[in-house]
């Protein structure tokens, strides 16, 4: 694999950089994150110059490029602010499942409208029952004429109060087994009767994105909201995964990167005994490890983003991405308050924000367990009960 940055790719990593420390201020940010606000003027103009559905096709107004690209938009996103980077970057989350399965016609009402700053959408899999293992869900799709009569709850669900539709994973054969084989997408829009979502409370960080409980009381929603085949849902999400681990992980590696940066940044500044803190060993192997975990995280990101454009899905490689990155994310942000001292566990120094919010790469999209689990599986197979 050729790890050298295209020309066009450079210049996609250098707009997105530039746009981002043009944009993300910092006082801004702190004042998102205190409001639990999403960054709404941002987003409108991330999406204006290109960067929210970069890797659509043209005809639905994105830019044509591959996930590779949405990769480096996110890692720079990220950098330069971990809480506006993982709100922007995931304003479109989901809609990939359209995207890849959708007709053309679902295609043009839901993905154009994201790119052009017009609507957020959001993807409902997780149940209060049904986390890591999603392979019943008690939200029920029950066709009645030609609708969907859907009834359940789904909780953690990103965007949820903000959300102008969700892709909801509903159990839609009842005899199915195993039970996977009788679940389906189907796209439920904002203000469709008796869909109601609420933030599920305070959280640890990313705290510019809403996270809501989704409830559906006899919620009808037309036929034609089905995404792709009845019945093939688990296994679409299972693809649309392959994916969005791969723009987790580069939220991953784009923390750590940021994190990183303003550690070696302070440690040049601080003088402690006499002597700028950069000139201790210690923290020089503090940053010599971090330097290389996040050079490992990205080759691992890069190689993963790239094969994914290659039209191959290889769930081990996906898997072996995010929960690479998502380890080094939470240890190099550590480590970047460590070095820090005390002004690291205070807010004004960015730090402790980007250790938050590094924190969930490692249980959306996936646990690091599950993630583990997905790497063995294809390591040592599968053991039969
Ligand atoms: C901020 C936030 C945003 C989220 N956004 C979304 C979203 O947009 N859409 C969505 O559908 N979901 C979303 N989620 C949900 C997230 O994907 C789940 O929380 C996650 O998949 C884990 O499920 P759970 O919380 O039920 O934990 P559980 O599945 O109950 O797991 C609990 C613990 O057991 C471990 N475990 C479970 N099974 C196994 C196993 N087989 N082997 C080893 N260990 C195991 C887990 O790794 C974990 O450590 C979000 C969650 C959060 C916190």
């Given at each position: 694999?050729?790890?050298?940055?295209?020309?066009e790719?450079?210049?996609?990593?250098k707009?997105?950089?530039?746009?981002?420390?043009?944009?993300?201020?910092?006082e801004?940010?702190?004042?998102?994150?205190?409001?639990?606000?999403?960054?709404?003027?941002?987003?409108?103009?991330?999406?204006?110059?290109?960067?929210i559905?970069?890797?659509?096709?043209?005809?639905?107004?994105?830019?044509?490029?591959?996930?590779?690209?949405?990769?480096?938009?996110?890692?720079?996103?990220?950098?330069?602010?971990?809480?506006?980077?993982?709100?922007?970057?995931l304003?479109?989350?989901?809609?990939?499942?359209?995207?890849?399965?959708?007709?053309?016609?679902?295609?043009?009402?839901?993905?154009?409208?994201?790119?052009?700053?017009?609507?957020?959408?959001?993807?409902?899999?997780?149940?209060?029952?049904?986390?890591?293992?999603?392979?019943?869900?008690?939200?029920?799709?029950?066709?009645?004429?030609?609708?969907?009569?859907?009834?359940?709850?789904?909780?953690?669900?990103?965007?949820?109060?903000?959300?102008?539709?969700?892709?909801?994973?509903?159990?839609?054969?009842?005899?199915?087994?195993?039970?996977?084989?009788?679940?389906?997408?189907?796209?439920?829009?904002?203000?469709?009767?008796?869909?109601?979502?609420?933030?599920?409370?305070?959280?640890?960080?990313?705290?510019?994105?809403?996270?809501?409980?989704?409830?559906?009381?006899?919620?009808?929603?037309?036929?034609?909201?089905?995404?792709?085949?009845?019945?093939?849902?688990?296994?679409?999400?299972?693809?649309f995964?392959?994916?969005?681990?791969?723009?987790?992980?580069?939220?991953?590696?784009?923390?750590?990167?940021?994190?990183?940066?303003?550690?070696?940044?302070?440690?040049?500044?601080?003088?402690?005994?006499?002597?700028?803190?950069?000139?201790?060993?210690?923290?020089?192997?503090?940053?010599?490890?971090?330097?290389?975990?996040?050079?490992?995280?990205?080759?691992?990101?890069?190689?993963?983003?790239?094969?994914?454009?290659?039209g191959?899905?290889d769930?081990?490689?996906?898997?072996?991405?995010?929960?690479?990155a998502?380890?080094?994310?939470?240890?190099?942000?550590?480590?970047?308050?460590?070095?820090?001292?005390?002004?690291?566990?205070?807010?004004?120094?960015d730090v402790?924000?980007?250790?938050?919010?590094?924190?969930?790469?490692?249980?959306?999209?996936?646990?690091?367990?599950?993630?583990?689990?997905?790497?063995?599986s294809?390591?040592?197979?599968?053991?039969?009960?």
């Amino acid at each position: 694999m050729e790890f050298e940055l295209t020309e066009e790719q450079r210049d996609i990593k250098k707009a997105a950089k530039e746009f981002a420390e043009g944009e993300f201020d910092r006082e801004l940010a702190r004042e998102l994150e205190q409001k639990h606000e999403f960054p709404w003027e941002i987003w409108r103009k991330a999406c204006e110059l290109g960067f929210i559905g970069i890797h659509f096709p043209e005809e639905f107004g994105g830019g044509g490029y591959g996930i590779f690209e949405n990769v480096l938009v996110v890692e720079e996103f990220c950098r330069v602010d971990s809480g506006i980077g993982i709100a922007l970057s995931l304003s479109d989350f989901a809609s990939e499942v359209i995207l890849r399965f959708g007709t053309k016609e679902q295609k043009e009402k839901y993905l154009t409208p994201l790119t052009q700053g017009k609507a957020i959408s959001a993807g409902g899999f997780t149940e209060p029952d049904h986390g890591s293992d999603i392979t019943l869900m008690s939200t029920q799709a029950i066709k009645e004429g030609d609708e969907f009569v859907i009834n359940g709850t789904k909780t953690f669900i990103t965007n949820g109060v903000i959300a102008d539709y969700v892709v909801v994973l509903c159990q839609t054969n009842f005899d199915a087994s195993p039970t996977y084989r009788g679940q389906s997408t189907i796209i439920v829009e904002k203000g469709t009767p008796g869909f109601e979502a609420t933030e599920v409370g305070e959280k640890m960080g990313i705290k510019m994105t809403s996270t809501a409980e989704l409830s559906f009381r006899d919620v009808r929603v037309p036929a034609e909201n089905l995404v792709g085949e009845e019945n093939r849902g688990f296994y679409q999400v299972l693809e649309f995964f392959d994916e969005s681990r791969i723009e987790i992980a580069a939220q991953a590696v784009g923390i750590a990167q940021g994190a990183y940066e303003r550690a070696l940044q302070y440690a040049k500044e601080r003088m402690q005994f006499g002597r700028k803190i950069a000139e201790f060993q210690a923290i020089q192997h503090k940053l010599a490890e971090m330097a290389t975990k996040i050079e490992t995280a990205r080759l691992l990101l890069y190689k993963a983003a790239w094969n994914f454009d290659q039209g191959r899905i290889d769930p081990k490689l996906t898997s072996m991405a995010k929960f690479y990155a998502g380890r080094v994310a939470v240890e190099v942000a550590d480590e970047a308050i460590q070095i820090f001292g005390g002004y690291g566990y205070i807010a004004d120094y960015d730090v402790e924000r980007f250790y938050r919010d590094a924190r969930i790469t490692e249980i959306y999209e996936g646990t690091r367990e599950i993630q583990k689990n997905t790497i063995a599986s294809a390591i040592v197979g599968k053991w039969k009960k």
